[in-house]
């Protein structure tokens, strides 16, 4: 669904600051990869608006930042439900012209 | 001041109507008639709609003041294959704000007996611009929800 999630490892950062703000080498301790990978990984849920960080003397510390998520979920959910509305509409609109062909667009 | 985010997602909506793909299309190609299953009350009023169906043509939509805000679409065609195909750009605006740039794909698939419709959106969600009825009932979910999500993305990768 979400393309910043698609990455387990990425999962596994989400999930771990759900528990709480964490350092960038706090994140990075249950992981087998350097450092600099993890940073890589953090900026890419940065862009998404997943996970915000802020540099406190020589400490970064991330926090998980859902109201973008929320908001989109909520958003796409009421995306869906629109159009789903709008095609049981189209589906009555082409049943009612079935039935009676003569009478053009009716409206 | 407003924190930028941006967030991509998809759906896809099939259907399965009892009729010829010349039919579903044209309720899509005609203004009238798309106005009649496109536009309804409880989406903000009826408002204004124009429809310029050609390839490179403009749709726009526009509610009635509501509530919650005035909502307003600007489409573009990109591609119009007849009983086959339509592809279209379009933004979403609240109060003039963005909220969204979304890719739109409708399939018509014809051959049996009525019109398989493939309905795919492709979205930019924007600056996570929601309804602030949403964020309280988002806030009150919280973090389990998140949770939820991604057990659920784990399960089938």
């Known amino acids: ?107 | 001041m407003t924190e930028r985010s941006v967030v991509h997602s998809s759906f896809v909506i099939e259907r399965l109507y009892d009729a010829s793909p010349a039919r579903v299309f044209a309720a899509f190609a005609d203004p009238v008639a798309k106005r009649h299953w496109s536009a309804c009350h409880d989406e903000g009023g009826l408002g204004e709609h124009e429809l310029d169906f050609r390839e490179g043509g403009r749709e726009t939509m526009r509610g009635a003041p509501a509530p919650g805000g005035v909502y307003a679409m600007n489409a573009t065609y990109q591609e119009i294959l007849p009983e086959a195909r339509i592809v279209y750009s379009y933004e979403l605006l609240r109060d003039d704000v963005r909220l969204s740039v979304s890719l739109a794909t409708i399939e018509f698939h014809g051959g049996g007996a009525g019109t398989r419709l493939v309905f795919t959106e492709q979205a930019a969600f924007l600056d996570g611009h929601d309804r602030p009825e949403a964020r309280e009932q988002g806030s009150r979910i919280g973090f389990d929800r998140l949770a939820g999500y991604l057990a659920q993305q784990q399960a089938p990768a």
């Open chain 1, 1 to 107: 669904m979400f393309q910043a999630l698609a990455d387990p490892t990425r999962r596994l950062m989400v999930q771990r600051l759900c528990e709480g703000p964490a350092s960038v080498s706090e994140l990075a301790a249950p992981l087998a990869m350097t450092l600099s990978a993890v940073v890589q990984h953090l900026s890419v849920l940065e862009g998404a608006g997943l996970v915000r960080s802020q540099k406190v003397g020589r400490v970064r510390t991330c926090r998980i930042e859902t109201q973008a998520l929320r908001a989109a979920e909520h958003w796409i959910s009421e995306r869906r439900t629109l159009w789903e509305r709008r095609f049981d509409r189209l589906g009555a609109y082409l049943a009612e012209q079935a039935e009676k062909p003569e009478e053009g667009n009716g409206i």
